[in-house]
């Protein structure tokens, strides 16, 4: 447990439902990362936040998907009318301003199946 | 788009034997890192290794890395069946590859 933590841990919905996953990272880490992933594939970056900017966003994140981070702890990634190529685990990492460089913790992820 | 590349895509072993596991990635790198992922779970961090290394020693592990050949190698000395997991490079731009599926028997 790298005290990054995700919720919900499973979700099903149908196609073109809207969801939303939380992520919390370790308290005080002001670098928060979106990562997507498919079965027998690494993780693929979708979006970084430093604090509540939002500073980096993938080609992957097409206008469907929205993360935020209001308040520089929490973030959110909002997925809306959901496709079945949307599902995939939804892993987030966190990183503190004293780690080392592009060293990451990884929460346990949100698996999401649209059916 | 994915950048490091894993290989070989799975890997199985006796308990005890060592795996040794490479990534090759495309592009000027600050360093690259090594991670785990065991099935269904988030991903742990296991060693950095920076442009100017070459060889990097954690424990059981070995990492080695070649800039001119833009590739990198993990070694697992003295496996274990807990050590059953994906293993992904990740580029200092976190970009990684599709991983290597290691089965170690008991």
């Known amino acids: 447990d790298t005290g990054v933590s995700q919720d919900p841990r499973h979700k099903i919905t149908k196609r073109g439902q809207n969801v939303t996953f939380r992520c919390d990272p370790i308290?005080?880490?002001?670098?928060l990362y979106w990562y997507r992933q498919t079965l027998g594939q690494g993780p693929e970056f979708l979006t970084y936040?430093?604090?509540?900017?939002?500073?980096?966003k993938s080609r992957l994140l097409s206008d469907r998907f929205s993360a935020e981070r209001p308040k520089g702890s929490f973030s959110t990634l909002e997925i809306q009318r959901t496709e079945q190529g949307d599902s995939a685990m939804y892993l987030c990492?966190?990183?503190?301003?004293?780690?080392?460089?592009?060293?990451?913790?990884f929460g346990p992820g949100t698996r999401l199946t649209v059916l | 788009s994915q950048q490091g590349e894993e290989d070989p895509q799975a890997l199985s072993i006796q308990e005890g034997e060592n795996a040794t596991m490479n990534c090759s990635y495309k592009?000027?790198?600050?360093?690259l890192q090594w991670y785990r992922q065991n099935s269904g779970r988030g991903l742990v961090h296991l060693i950095l290794?920076?442009?100017?290394?070459r060889e990097k020693h954690s424990g059981r592990l070995r990492v080695t890395l070649d800039t001119s050949k833009k590739s990198s190698s993990l070694l697992i000395t003295a496996s274990r069946a807990a050590d059953t997991a994906s293993y992904f490079c990740?580029?200092?731009?976190?970009?990684f590859g599709a991983g290597t599926r290691l089965t170690v028997k008991p």
């Open positions: 990492a966190s990183r503190g301003p004293w780690d080392p460089p592009d060293t990451q913790y």
């Open positions: 308290s005080e880490h002001n670098r």
């Open positions: 936040f430093q604090n509540e900017a939002q500073l980096e």
């Open positions: 592009t000027s790198i600050n360093n």
């Open positions: 290794i920076r442009s100017n290394e």
């Open positions: 990740a580029t200092s731009d976190m970009r």
